[in-house]
């Protein structure tokens, strides 16, 4: 029944509606109402929220320092520098929040002071590694600054010997040891999990998942207890580096799953698609198309899983020992890390070798930031964005293929 029928038998019955005196006002043509005048408001801008509110930030600022300075030298007996600056800040949003409720909305005043609190937790945090990172290099500025403390190790220092004696090259040596050969265990074992969870939806892949969730929360001296339990009690192993890279890559997989597996889901499913829509079996769509793709965050994920073991000391003292000589074979003898070193030698007491303990702590810092660094640089392009070099190199292979199938074509001439 359309429109004016529908009318024609209402009205028949006596009841008339606005729809229907609107229907038929129309003719029996149904009308679409038309779309408000005027520009649409834009989104709120809250990056400048303070600025914004500049005369608000200013006032409450003044007025929390005063309020204060009042409490802390009149009406109470408040005392420190931690609590005034406690104090002062809790003052400085609840003066701002009166103040900007005055002109704005409570959406705009919410906005603005939770971007206070981001900023303030930004500033926080930053003075807080800067301290750290200052700190570290401040005390082991006399002991790194000779070369002596790269190249040689700590067998001939004694406890009173001057810093121009020994170093933490045998430390080195065995942070690279362990650190390589828990990527060579984790690394195939981590990646192949992580395009399990990717592909298969199954009752298992979720139990895998769940796993690994698990094991992301997992204290690193568990790891280290289950490794001692099993490698060096029950197999009668000596403690190594081979020992403590098996306790590391405990540590490190469950990162590089996770990591690997966000990343693998950010490839656009297009990709997917087409490989299947040409015939690709599923392990071919996945090696020559998802994980050429998803490469720079993958070694990305590579590189967060061994900056999160590099810093580990208790698997490494339950399963390597700890040794002040160099050693080179990973699977004899003990071995100690960069990490346990800095621990052991700030444990001593004896100003000299607290010195050799922060330049070892200064040392895994900077290797640390580095690989967060590289991380960053690799992570930073999105999945199936090329980088100019790289475009040119896949249109110089797209030019090859193209010449070969046309060079096989012609051999074989045309078919009838």
């Keep these: 029944m359309s429109a004016l029928e529908d009318w024609q038998a209402t009205s028949t019955a006596g009841e008339f509606t606005d729809e229907s005196r609107a229907v038929a006002r129309s003719g029996g043509r149904t009308t679409v109402p038309g779309r408000p005048s005027g520009r649409p408001p834009g989104p709120r801008r809250v990056g400048n929220a303070v600025g914004r509110g500049a ?15 009042l409490l802390f030298g009149r009406l ?20 701002f929040t009166a103040l900007l ?14 971007t206070v609190l981001m900023y303030t937790s930004a500033i926080v945090l930053g003075i807080a590694l800067a ?11 006399h002991a790194y600054t000779h070369v002596n403390f790269f190249t040689q190790d700590l ?11 020994g170093g ?7 942070t690279l040891w362990m650190i390589s050969l828990a990527v060579v265990f984790t690394v195939p074992l981590g990646l192949t999990a992580a395009v399990y969870l990717n592909v298969s939806h199954g009752a298992f ?3 895998v998942r769940t796993i690994v969730e698990a094991m992301t929360a997992l204290p690193s001296v568990v790891a280290g207890l289950f490794v001692f339990a099993t490698w060096i009690l029950i197999l009668h192993m000596e403690k190594s580096a081979l020992a403590a890279s098996l306790a590391l890559s405990v540590d490190m997989l469950p990162i590089i799953i996770r990591a690997a597996d966000v990343v693998l889901r950010l490839v656009p499913g297009s990709l997917r698609e087409a490989s299947e829509a040409l015939g690709a079996p599923t392990w071919r769509t996945v090696w020559h198309v998802v994980l050429p793709t998803a490469r720079p965050g993958l070694a990305t994920a590579v590189i967060l899983g061994m900056a999160r073991g590099i810093g580990e000391t208790a698997p490494v003292l339950l399963t390597a020992g700890f040794t002040s000589r160099l050693n080179t074979n990973p699977a004899h003898g003990p071995m100690v890390s960069l990490p346990l070193e800095a621990l052991e030698l700030v444990r001593t007491g004896i100003p000299n070798m ?10 895994l810092l900077v290797v640390v930031v580095a690989l967060f660094t590289v991380a960053r640089v690799l992570g930073g392009r999105p999945a199936g964005q090329l980088s100019k070099r790289q475009a040119k190199r896949r249109a110089r292979a797209s030019v090859r293929d193209a010449n070969r199938i046309i060079t096989r074509y012609e051999q074989r001439g045309p078919q009838a």
Excluded: C
């Excluded at 109470?76 to 003066?95: D, N």
């Design 131 to 141: 301290s750290i990172i200052s700190y570290v290099l401040y005390k082991g500025w």
């Design 55 to 69: 005369t608000a930030t200013i006032g409450a600022a003044v007025a929390a320092l005063a309020t204060t300075m």
């Design 168 to 174: 933490v090259k045998h430390a080195f040596v065995g």
């Design 205 to 207: 892949s979720r139990f």
């Design 101 to 114: 409720l005055l002109n704005e909305d409570r959406q705009a005043t919410l906005d603005r002071v939770m």
């Design 155 to 165: 067998g001939r220092a004694g406890s009173l010997a001057p810093l121009s004696v």
């Design 354 to 363: 607290q010195a050799r303990g922060f330049a070892a702590a200064a040392v």
């Design 76 to 95: 109470a007996a408040f005392s420190g520098l931690i609590g005034f600056v406690i104090v002062m800040f809790g003052l400085f949003l609840v003066t």
